[in-house]
């Protein structure tokens, strides 16, 4: 088969079995949306700012585990799609980004729309490609999605100069079938050493933890650890990052760690004799001040990435290789040696844990009101979310006090459906999120927990949602204010809200929807809560925008004490501190 | 502490060396003197080679010698910093 270079580029794609591509045209990108228009196989969205079309396909690559991708054109439409990457690079999402350039013999002349994408992005990319010549298309792309996907995932750029998509020059098209690169070879299998001397560890201990982060979810291990843990029966703690890779609502579950992790999984975390870390990287969100965490605990440190690894807390004992693997090789040692293991011996420490829990854990009663007199506490309405979706819904966040009253107060059961900006903590993903997880999955509940500030950096794709038939549902939880900003400016600097409130200046949401076609829903009042939420989730065919007033005043707790605090200082209340 | 020199084999491709100098940058790292060159004389070069099981053509890899003062921990992590660049074969420190 014999075809021009855009036509290769957009085959290959086809090839990898990409069914959707976000993006935006501009004039280095017209050939190649020139091959778009020609094929039925893979669907073309439209956004309205690059930003959404790499949220979008990053909402979708979290939703399915498939890479998202996203073709913009050059210049500005790539250097808009910067934020969009650097927030999977965060967060190890796989996602393949083609930006279109200016021809190969203007390069460097400051031409129309030139930027250098490569040197720009270099720094928050896996790996990234530039097109030399359009026979080496295919190999090129065959390439980027093997790298975005396999090891530690994470975004691949492949810049495309314009006259490598000519339509007039055809070259014979043969897409690869496998893929073999000499100087990438990310660790699979566990070394079986490492293996004998984490069990021998895990029998030994008798304060254990087990530490989930979203490593475990990219590497799809959450069955393995459900099955380690039914052998086991430790505490397990999740990141941010991890919620759902472990059942929220097991007995077992501590909830999620660090800075706004709940009490009990903080306290197991600082008082544990072994911590069993998988898929996770201690973030300085986790550790508070790595000198003082987890005084007493051996490391077991799980990871695909040997940088990971010994960066930030040393590993006692470091297992490299897919974890999905790692945890088959325990779980097959474990059962071997299942009388060595004592279960007795961790009930004073399961007996601690729940004392804990019962002390200082997450208070669910204490938000719900049905008095007006009393305004709307933002837990309460994750909770009725919760509540009336049973915990089955995709959510998506945005970033701030609502993202993690949504962590804290929504409880997944299973992996990927907790889809928010933890590593770059990015306002304006949880919408475009959203879309590339509805359309990932049109049958299921995706609802977007965003904020008022959070929702008016990508709003713009409320017209996309429009376009598309996106009937997805968003909360606004809305306190008026940059709340998480303005909580540690009460916390840190004596309550001046410095640029934190918007004087009166926010728009009036429900006929914002309204004029893109969709309905909005104004709740103010704690009588109207339940049903007013009922009322929009009930609607299934069209995109609801719910916009709750809750209490500017509340604050996210409990709250890690920084600096100089471990993972047992934590602020309870505004008044309390551990 | 005490200056370290480390030897990092690398694709010769556009781009290669750029990735390994903008880590320095990125990580916070300090760069004390670099030096590249693209192999032409194989046979001081066999043992990448037998470490990666593959064969090397004339002036495909480049050898950069590049020396930092860092302590054990951070050479640790420099190096695998290093070697998970994807256009990076080996790198290891000069002893
Ligand atoms: C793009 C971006 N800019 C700035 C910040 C810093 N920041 C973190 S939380 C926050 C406030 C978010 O406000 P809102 O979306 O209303 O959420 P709330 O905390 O009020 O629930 C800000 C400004 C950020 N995370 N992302
Ligand atoms: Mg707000």
């Known amino acids: 088969m014999k075809l021009a270079g855009n036509d290769m580029l957009i085959q290959s794609l086809i090839e990898e079995g990409v069914e959707y591509i976000f993006g935006y045209p501009g004039g280095a990108a017209l050939h190649i949306y020139d091959s778009i228009f020609k094929q039925k196989e893979m669907e073309h969205i439209l956004v309205r700012h690059e930003q959404g079309a790499t949220h979008a396909a990053d909402g979708y690559a979290r939703a399915t585990g498939k890479p998202g991708v996203v073709l913009v054109t050059s210049g500005p439409g790539a250097t808009n799609a910067i934020t969009g990457i650097a927030t999977a690079f965060m967060d190890s999402i796989p996602m393949i980004v083609i930006s279109g350039q200016v021809a190969k013999h203007l390069i460097g002349t400051d031409a129309f729309q030139e930027t250098d994408m490569i040197g720009v992005s270099r720094p928050i990319v896996k790996h990234s490609f530039t097109v030399d010549s359009a026979e080496n298309i295919p190999e090129i792309v065959k390439q980027a999605f093997y790298i975005a996907t396999s090891g530690r995932p994470g975004p691949v750029v492949i810049d495309v100069p314009k006259d490598t998509t000519a339509p007039d020059k055809l070259f014979e098209f043969k897409y690869p079938n496998k893929v073999d690169i000499r100087s990438y070879k990310p660790p699979i299998e566990p070394d079986p050493k490492q293996i004998e001397r984490a069990v021998d560890a895990i029998i030994e201990s008798k304060k254990p933890v087990i530490y989930a982060g979203g490593g475990a979810i990219n590497s799809n291990a959450s069955e393995e650890l459900r099955r380690l843990n039914e ?127 019962s002390q200082h854990g997450l208070n669910h009663e204490m938000h719900l009101c049905e008095t007006d007199d009393q305004p709307i506490m933002p837990q309460a309405v994750v909770q009725h979310i919760y509540n009336i979706t049973k915990g089955k819904a995709f959510i998506t966040s945005d970033v701030g006090q609502h993202q993690m009253f949504a962590a804290q107060y929504y409880h997944f059961d299973e992996p990927r459906k907790w889809i928010n900006s933890g590593g770059l903590g990015t306002m304006g993903f949880g919408l475009p999120a959203a879309m590339g997880a509805k359309l990932a999955y049109p049958d299921d509940e995706v609802i977007c927990i965003t904020g008022e500030g959070s929702i008016q950096m990508c709003i713009q794709e409320l017209s996309t949602c429009t376009q598309y038939n996106l009937p997805i549902k968003i909360i606004n939880i809305n306190n008026e204010a940059l709340g998480m900003v303005k909580q540690w400016q009460d916390m840190n600097y004596g309550g001046r809200h410095s640029a934190s409130t918007y004087q009166s200046s926010l728009p009036n949401f429900v006929e914002l929807a309204e004029s893109y076609g969709h309905i909005g829903i104004k709740i103010e009042k704690n009588s109207e809560l339940k049903s007013g939420l009922e009322k929009a989730l009930s609607i299934k065919d069209r995109l609801v925008f719910v916009d709750v007033y809750v209490d500017p005043n509340e604050h996210v707790y409990p709250m890690l004490v920084a600096p100089n605090g471990s993972l047992k200082d934590m602020w309870l209340d505004k008044e309390t501190k551990t | ?92 420190e000069i002893k």
């Open chain 1, 231 to 357: 052998i086991l029966d430790f505490p397990v703690t999740n990141t941010l990052m991890g919620l759902g890779v472990y059942p929220a609502t097991h007995e077992r579950f501590l909830g999620m760690l660090g800075m706004h992790g709940t009490y009990q999984a903080n306290m197991s975390m600082h008082n544990a004799d072994l911590i069993i870390a998988i898929g996770a990287r201690f973030d300085d969100r986790i550790t508070n001040t790595p000198k003082l965490f987890a005084p007493n605990a051996k490391i077991i440190h799980l990871d695909v990435d040997y940088s990971s690894v010994s960066k930030i807390i040393e590993a006692n004992i470091a297992v490299f290789g897919q974890v999905k693997n790692s945890l088959k090789e325990i779980i097959k040692l474990l059962e071997g040696k299942k009388e060595l293991i004592d279960s007795k011996k961790i009930i004073p420490w399961k007996k601690q844990i729940s004392d804990w829990k």
């Open chain 2, 1 to 92: 502490m005490i200056q370290r020199k480390l030897s990092v084999i690398l694709e010769n491709k556009p781009g290669a060396l750029v990735r390994v100098v903008g880590l320095f940058h990125q990580r916070g790292y300090n760069i004390e003197s670099l030096h590249v060159d693209p192999v032409e004389d194989l046979n001081e070069y066999r043992f990448v080679e037998e470490k990666l099981n593959i064969n090397l053509k004339e002036g495909e890899v480049s050898h950069l010698i590049i020396a930092t003062t860092v302590n054990d921990n951070l050479l640790r992590q420099i190096l695998r910093q290093i070697n998970k660049l994807i256009d990076v074969l080996m790198a290891e």
